[in-house]
């Protein structure tokens, strides 16, 4: 979608086009919020977070890389300052709390199931691993970056993502025997 015009009406401060804009990345935002964030309630403070900074800082979006990751990209920022806001998570997890969970060999499975239940199992997984998990997967940071966000290792940024691999795996296979 061309969103050229959206965004030169709203800075025009038409309310009408700005309420387009909303409206059009609603969807877009909230589903970014949700990955992040269990709770629909913080997923919803998130939104409104992203909102303000997005339509506050509207004048500043160059054009140099696509609209809608300039959006996700402040998107994530945000749920990632929720996460940092409202709780306690460590990269320093017992792994022996996992050891019962073999490595996989195929995330073919994931193909499998809808959008509704990926989330409902990237739920399940640790906050930790959840993180790495969607910005490498999903929203296409590189380990390098994670880490420099997360203040972690590149190398505890890909066990991270490895380990939750395991666990999706392991979760889709019990899923599979119901």
């Not at 160059?62 to 749920?79: C, L």
């Not at 970056?145 to 999706?168: A, H, M, Q, Y």
């Amino acid at each position: 979608m061309d969103y050229s015009e959206l965004i030169k009406r709203t800075l025009q401060n038409d309310k009408a086009s700005q309420f387009a804009l909303y409206k059009v990345l609603l969807p877009k935002v909230m589903g970014v919020c949700r990955r992040y964030l269990r709770e629909i309630q913080e997923a919803e403070d998130c939104v409104q977070e992203s909102f303000i900074k997005i339509f506050k800082n509207l004048a500043t979006y160059s054009g140099d890389s696509p609209f809608e990751a300039w959006i996700r990209k402040i998107t994530v920022n945000e749920a990632l300052v929720s996460i940092r806001k409202n709780k306690k998570f460590s990269f320093n997890e017992d792994i022996d709390l996992y050891n019962d969970i073999k490595p996989s060999e195929n995330m073919g499975v994931l193909a499998q199931i809808n959008h509704q239940e990926l989330l409902q199992l990237l739920y399940k997984l640790p906050e930790n691993k959840r993180l790495v998990f969607n910005m490498y997967t999903i929203e296409g940071y590189s380990h390098k970056e994670i880490s420099e966000i997360l203040g972690i290792t590149e190398g505890t940024s890909r066990s991270s993502l490895s380990r939750s691999k395991d666990i999706l795996t392991e979760l889709l296979t019990k899923m599979d025997q119901l």
